[in-house]
């Protein structure tokens, strides 16, 4: 009778333990949430650096991207895009965004084993491809588009050339005016980023593809992740 409690409350003790372990252990086993920023090119997590302060720790580099140009690594830690501290992906999302085409991050470099400032190029641009006189460019259509254009959802958008920079300014209906920021991505289409002026303060990315010399498919991607698909003619 002895031994049969003896068993009873180890296996009661064992089972309390086990249970009141358990969600440590599994917290130990659940991996850090892997975050991109495409504008960069770098994928990363989020947690602490030897230091005890919590920064952006580089897990890949995207081939081609502004980061892999920069000197950047798998590795590196981000502390800071120009001024602005970021310890979080909404942080790094909304100072990548508000950046001018250039910027400076602050790296703590896996190599040198010390914090380095790193210029960065977010929005090469270079030039549009020009059109033969049938509005085609090399890779398809790719219309002039530096113009006015109308949207599908209501409003123009103006694109303009500051030198090598492709800039946009768009009336929409409610939201009022928004600032764009367009890359083309050498296959005839283009990348861009926008930010609203005023009113909700929306901004996000999107990507627009000539379908003919008059007609631009387009869609757009705000901060909530919501996507917006829309068409721009002239």
């Known amino acids: 009778m ?10 009661t003790f064992t089972g309390l333990l086990i249970t009141a372990c358990a969600p440590q ?3 130990e086993f659940v991996p850090k949430i892997l975050y991109r920023q495409s504008l960069v090119g770098v994928q990363y997590i989020i947690k602490e650096l030897s230091d005890g302060d919590t920064y ?3 897990q890949r580099v995207n081939p081609a991207s502004p980061a892999q140009r920069s000197g950047l690594q798998a ?3 981000i502390s800071r895009v120009g001024n602005t501290r970021v310890n979080s992906r909404a942080r790094f999302d909304a100072a990548i965004l508000a950046a001018p085409n250039r910027t400076t991050l602050r790296v703590w470099d896996q190599n040198s084993r010390q914090w380095t400032s790193i210029e960065i190029v977010l929005r090469s641009l270079g030039e549009p491809e020009p059109p033969d006189p049938n509005g085609n460019g090399i890779n398809g259509p790719n219309p002039h588009l530096i113009t006015t254009w109308r949207s599908s959802l209501g409003g123009t958008i103006r694109f303009t050339r500051n030198q090598q920079q492709i800039n946009g300014q768009a009336l929409a209906p409610l939201a009022g005016w928004s600032d764009l920021f367009v890359t083309p991505n050498g296959d005839g289409s283009y990348h861009y980023t926008y930010q609203q002026r005023n009113g909700l303060r929306d901004s996000g990315h999107g990507k627009l593809t000539p379908r003919t010399p008059n007609t631009i498919d387009g869609y757009l991607i705000n901060r909530l992740g919501i996507r917006v698909d829309f068409t721009l003619t002239r």
Request: charged fraction near 20%; aromatic fraction near 6%.
């Open 2 to 11: 002895t031994r049969n409690l003896t068993r009873i409350v180890t296996a």
């Open 25 to 27: 252990a599994h917290a």
């Open 56 to 58: 952006l720790k580089i």
């Open 75 to 77: 590795g590196d830690w």
